[in-house]
């Protein structure tokens, strides 16, 4: 099926520090998402985007996280300054359409020390 | 409260049974999504369900909105069906963001 792709599959970082997580979505895709996922629990939606924009966030998409599209590139979650609470299993998936299947990553395991 | 209720959240087979899992929404949902994610943590997708029922291979699933559940039903349990079954669902009013289950951990035996 459709691919998903997401780099870097690990990422360990210290508290204060930034990252970004980037994201290939399926190349005919326009809607775009991240969810987080603490271990052991149920995945929580952070933010969509489509055509350039954020459509909608979540309670946890702090301030201090910002995403991104240039110009067709990944498509990125960027987190400035990490926190401890940041420590997490970030999915980025993409669909087609709006209300349309979401296509899942393999996701980006973030340890923040 | 959760928007979304898996039940059960643990489950064990043994080979060539069969199980159902079940979601409940307290929400308008108007689509539904049905996952394995595997041992390495990956969301394989099983179903996209608009009210009705699905089926391929061993898996079937239906999706009531009136009744607001969903099921999945998993006939012949393979050693490969291992794994933890999400559910998720579009709300109506809310654009394209899915609300998951806490998820239900089947493990399938010899």
């Known amino acids: 099926g459709p691919k998903v792709l997401q780099i870097p599959s690990h990422q360990i970082i210290d508290m204060g520090q930034m990252v970004t997580l980037n994201c290939d979505p399926v190349?005919?895709?326009?809607?775009f998402y991240w969810y987080k996922q603490i271990l052991g629990q149920q995945m929580e939606f952070l933010v969509n985007?489509?055509?350039?924009?954020?459509?909608?966030k979540s309670k946890l998409f702090k301030d201090q996280f910002s995403v991104e599209r240039p110009d067709g590139s990944y498509f990125t979650l960027k987190i400035q300054p990490t926190a401890l609470e940041d420590s997490a299993v970030y999915f980025c998936a993409s669909s087609l359409q709006g209300e349309d299947t979401q296509y899942f990553g393999p996701g980006t395991r973030l340890l923040v020390l | 409260g959760d928007k979304v209720k898996q039940s059960p959240s643990a489950l064990s087979l043994q080979e060539g049974t069969n199980s159902a899992l079940r979601c409940n929404f307290s929400?308008?949902?108007?689509?539904v999504q049905w996952f394995l994610q595997n041992p390495r943590g990956s969301l394989i997708n099983l179903f996209y369900?608009?009210?009705g029922t699905k089926e391929n291979g061993r898996l079937k699933s239906a999706f009531d909105s009136k009744e607001s559940y969903s099921t999945l039903h998993i006939r012949d349990a393979q050693l490969e069906d291992s794994g933890t079954y999400f559910c998720?669902?579009?709300?109506?009013?809310?654009?394209?963001?899915?609300?998951f289950g806490k998820g239900a951990k089947l493990t399938v035996s010899p």
């Open positions: 190349s005919n895709h326009l809607y």
């Open positions: 369900l608009v009210p």
């Open positions: 929400i308008a949902a108007t689509t």
């Open positions: 998720a669902a579009e709300q109506q009013g809310t654009g394209s963001k899915l609300s």
């Open positions: 985007f489509y055509n350039g924009k954020v459509m909608e």
